[in-house]
């Protein structure tokens, strides 16, 4: 059926085959026979060499549990351009810049992490959802988030202040 599409359609328009996909917006698509894997391994790595955190120690976690960052610091100021933690960028301090170096080591370990699309016959439908309730300690703003399996596959998710 598929090829017989492709077949009408090269005869209407003007079209190449060149393969299954395996780039896509910055995404790595891996098309294997359990599914289908797609991680940002290729777009972390340029990530980690801009930066020249490709030869760091990896971290689990991107942050120290019970951190609360503010705008506001007392401590020294840093360039904004080695910041890309959107958050405080207007005035970051050596505290946010030390941050952003854990984010980056959170992904060095990370890189090679993705989602997997295979086919299931599994249909639970299973929802997560978060939030520190007013933990900003600049706004009293809330930050949430959520996340949606359909079996063991991630289809929907959000985070947001």
């Not at 120290?64 to 401590?75: A, I, M, N, Q, R």
Request: glycine share 8%.
């Amino acid at each position: 059926m598929f090829g017989e599409f492709k077949e009408a359609m090269t005869k209407e328009f003007e079209m190449t085959d060149i393969g299954l996909m395996a780039y896509y917006l910055g995404i790595d698509v891996n098309q294997r026979e359990d599914g289908n894997f797609i991680s940002q391994a290729g777009y972390a790595r340029e990530i980690l060499k801009k930066f020249k955190m490709d030869n760091s120690k990896s971290m689990n976690t991107p942050v120290e549990c019970g951190v609360k960052l503010s705008k506001h610091g007392e401590e020294e100021k840093v360039d904004p351009t080695f910041l890309k933690v959107c958050r405080y960028m207007e005035d970051p301090t050596t505290t946010h810049l030390k941050i952003a170096k854990r984010i980056l080591r959170y992904i060095k370990g990370t890189i090679d992490f993705g989602l997997l699309y295979s086919t299931s016959n599994h249909f639970k439908l299973e929802g997560y959802s978060d939030s520190d309730w007013g933990g900003d300690i600049d706004d009293r703003k809330s930050t949430t988030g959520f996340v949606f399996f359909m079996g063991a596959t991630a289809f929907t998710w959000m985070s947001k202040k």
